[in-house]
């Protein structure tokens, strides 16, 4: 970089760190949700890109002008849409330096610091969450963290090791078997009421994997997993692989975790945790009673990049023994080797792409300059605001809690059919100034208001009840 391209840079970057600053300190003056319509954005653009460069100070304008008009504002206090994505000043600056260092972290030698910061953030990262140690990597063992992108790649890779050691074990017994045969026999299980990537997980893995229906309280129970084992194997099946969520995406349910491990270890199959947005307040000791039993998992997921203010991507993965993911992501030309294997991970082997940006560094920024305690205070709040929403829930008569609150999520409706709780969320949605979601599970409809900015106080929950008994007085006048 010369010197006037430096200039540029310094010049580009504190005003993009002004405008940041102030878009982030004025965010809740900006309506949460846009009002454009789909192609709204190509009438505002030249056909074809510019010929010569244009002017900063333009650019920007457009910034404001062009892209703002079409954003979703997720940060705004005001949005409950969802699960939180995560936000810091930290994370936003250390994603400048990995931006500017540029690796391509996939072998240790393409830059040690980016593998060897990511081994030791997750070892933190792991203590702090009170993981067994027999996850870690500074336990002595095979043991380990990787960042994966999303917790949807985290359910894909784990189950990508669980169909490697299960293919290898059945081998071992049956030589006289092809390996197309094995794989046509293996079965999987997860809820009906887990994330749909890992019913996705299983069409990119060419896996069969049964949905199994929940017990009453919306969590799967080892009793109802054993039944599903025990059936597949009566029929000539290879049970290998089971997901248990900690925090559904619906209604932040929780499985039976130490129900499902004790069945999974009994049966030689793969146990998956997905954790993606609850496993942030294990960082708290008063939640960790949630994952009792997680010393029988294979494999833990959980996304920083939801509630632990690190910003997206950053999926935080750990194995006991990630022996299983080389084996079947391993493919290593000569142009890939270097003379440190095997001293150290090269992360190629433990993930889907070959390419990785050096995201150890928004951890450890965020880490550092937060502290474990200022994290917990942050999961703390939004747990508090939750029950504060669900208290004023509760006080209208009108409304009902269809779930247990327990992290920062409320499910709630209007008592009588769906058809009003769907006419009240198309109302509070349509008034722009909050932004919810709904789900449904048993034919019931409900709507989901999640805690997800962290700008978000009392007074920002007190507006959204207001909107939310206002639309609600709205439909109920309407059906009169």
């Known amino acids: 970089m010369n010197e006037m391209e430096a200039n540029q840079f310094r010049e580009f970057g504190k005003a993009m760190i002004d405008y940041t600053a102030e878009y982030l300190e004025n965010i809740r003056d900006r309506r949460v949700l846009p009002t454009v319509e789909p192609g709204y954005l190509r009438p505002l653009l030249p056909d074809q890109a510019p010929q010569l460069p244009e002017k900063w100070e333009d650019v920007l304008k457009d910034v404001e002008k062009i892209i703002m008009p079409g954003v979703t504002h997720w940060h705004s206090p005001r949005f409950h849409a969802y699960f939180p994505t ?96 094995i794989i046509s026999k293996l079965v999987g299980y997860t ?15 060419g896996i069969k994997l049964r949905s199994l229906e929940p017990d009453s309280s919306n969590r799967l129970t080892g009793d109802i997993v054993e039944r599903a084992i025990k059936e597949d194997i009566e029929s000539g099946l290879i049970p290998f692989y089971c997901v248990a969520t900690l925090g ?31 496993g942030s307040s294990f960082i708290c000791p008063e939640f960790r009673y949630l994952m009792k039993g997680i010393e029988r998992a294979d494999s833990f997921n959980f996304n920083p990049h939801k509630w632990l203010l690190v910003n997206f991507d950053c999926s935080a993965m750990w194995l006991k023994d990630p022996t299983w993911l080389v084996n079947a992501f391993n493919v290593d030309p000569l ?68 779930e247990e609150v327990l992290m920062g999520l409320v499910c709630f409706r209007l008592r009588g059919s769906n058809d009003v709780s769907e006419a009240l969320l198309k109302r509070i949605n349509g008034r722009g100034v909050i932004h919810l979601v709904p789900s449904k599970i048993r034919d019931v409809y409900f709507l989901r208001l999640a805690i997800c900015s962290r700008y978000t106080e009392e007074r920002d929950i007190d507006v959204s009840w207001k909107e939310v008994k206002e639309a609600a007085d709205e439909v109920l006048l309407a059906q009169k």
């Open 86 to 181: 995560a936000n810091s000043y930290p994370a936003i600056v250390a994603d400048i330096l990995s931006g500017a260092i540029a690796c391509i972290g996939f072998t240790w030698i393409a830059s040690p610091a980016c593998t060897e910061l990511e081994v030791v953030m997750l070892d933190w990262l792991g203590k702090a969450l009170g993981l067994p140690e027999v996850f870690l990597a500074c336990s002595g063992g095979k043991a380990g963290g990787v960042i994966q992108g999303t917790a949807s790649e985290a359910t894909l890779v784990a189950l990508l090791g669980a169909k490697s050691k299960a293919v290898a074990a059945y081998k071992t017994k049956h030589p006289e078997l092809k390996e197309a045969d």
């Open 248 to 278: 559904t995406t619906s209604s932040c349910t929780f499985d039976k975790l130490e129900e499902i491990g004790p069945v999974c270890n009994e049966n030689d199959v793969w146990l998956h945790v997905d954790a993606a947005y609850a």
């Open 335 to 402: 142009y890939l080797k270097h003379d440190q294997q095997g001293s150290a991970p090269d992360y190629r082997h433990w993930q889907i792409p070959l390419g990785r940006r050096f995201r150890a560094l928004k951890l450890w920024f965020v880490l550092r300059l937060y502290g474990i305690e200022h994290l917990q205070a942050h999961i703390r709040k939004h747990i508090a605001l939750a029950h504060y929403f669900e208290n004023l829930v509760r006080g209208d008569h009108r409304f009902e809690i269809t």
């Open 191 to 205: 809820s009906s009421q887990s994330h749909s990537s890992v019913e996705r997980a299983g069409l990119l893995g």
